[in-house]
Structure formats: structure tokens, C-alpha cells
């Protein structure tokens, strides 16, 4: 019983240690996916790569807005590799965390909602409070935050999430993703989480 006593305390220690330090950033790294001949999900014309890549930028802008620092990973409509996009969040150990943005895509064309994944325990707050506040603001269909071992959350050393904001395959929310005010309230949602997730500790 005391073996188990000392094992709960020094769990509990970690695990306060390791939410303090990851509050404490003050830069926030935006990844756009995709990205050049990688256009993502698709339909028609409506590319998963230019949807990512609007809403990283509406991000940006709230965030700085709010007194962070931000880094994309990509500016522009070109490739980045995956190994090239943790990199470059890497660089920024203890001092920031890691946000990539992505619509989602099923042959399924009656699936919808927004998910949230996260790959490392001190990315699961991070993961929740983002979520929880992207469904506040959407008020779309809630497909949960969800354990995932993608190469970019799984490989990078900051509290990292992946954002998915809705389904390309799914003609309702396709409409909205060609709609400003539905990017803008995505990026609102993830800039809400942020701080939700900072103000918690």
C-alpha cells in the first residue's frame, strides 16, 4: 500500500510538472497541412491544402492579437515535408506548442463532424480544451478527441494537436468550409482552446 501511495504522489508530481511547463509558452506553431502537389482531402475544386492554409492564417492573426508569438510552417502553396514540419516546431522546445490544421476526407459521404487528436500525454489537455471549445463554436457534430499516432503530433517534443475541421467528403460541410465566416470560426475556436488551455493551469 505504501509502494502505491509513493507511485500515485510521484505520478502526480510529474504530471503538475509537466502541465506547468507546458503553459508556460509563448509561441504558438500553426501547420498548415499539405501543401503544393499534396492537395489533401478533395472535391471538385474545394482542396483540403487551401482550406488548411486560410484558416492557419486567421489563426495567426487572432493569436498575435493576443499578445503570442506564431510560426507557420508554410506560407504558401508549396510542399513541406513531414519531417521538415516537426522541425521546424522542435526548435522550439519548452517554450511552445504545436498546432496542425486539416479538413477531413471519407468515401463515406454522410460522415461529418470535427475531431481532435493528440498523440503524447501532455498533449491530452491541450487536445481537449481546443476541442471542446471548436464545438462551442461551431456547433457542429462533436466526433471527439481522439488518441493518434500521426507523424507530426507523434514526433514532436511540444504539446502537439491535429485539427480536423469538418469533412470535404460531406457536401453540408463542404458548403461551409467555402464560407469565410466557417474558417473564421474554426480559427476562433482553436485561438479559444489555446487559451482556455493556458488560462487552466
Known sequence: ????????????????????????????????????????????????????LDTAYRLEGKLKSLGYQ??????????????????????????AIFVSIHYNYTWKQDVSGLETFYSTEQSHSLAYCVHNSLIQRTRT??????????????????????????????ATERNRMKSAWFRETIAQGIADGIQRYRRQY
Open 1 to 52: 500500500m505504501k509502494s502505491f501511495i509513493k507511485l500515485f504522489a510521484l505520478m502526480a508530481a510529474m504530471a503538475v510538472g509537466g502541465t506547468a511547463s507546458a503553459a508556460n509558452f509563448r509561441t504558438v506553431v500553426i501547420d498548415a497541412g499539405h501543401g503544393g502537389h499534396d492537395n489533401g482531402g478533395q472535391w471538385g475544386r474545394v482542396y483540403e491544402k487551401h482550406l488548411a
Open 70 to 95: 506564431t510560426v507557420m510552417t508554410r506560407r504558401s502553396d508549396y510542399f513541406i515535408s513531414l519531417p521538415q514540419r516537426v522541425s521546424t516546431g522542435n526548435r522550439y522546445t519548452n517554450n
Open 141 to 170: 457534430v462533436d466526433r471527439k478527441v481522439k488518441y493518434a499516432r500521426f507523424y507530426v503530433i507523434r514526433n514532436s517534443t511540444l504539446p502537439a494537436i491535429l485539427v480536423e475541421g469538418g469533412f470535404v467528403s460531406n
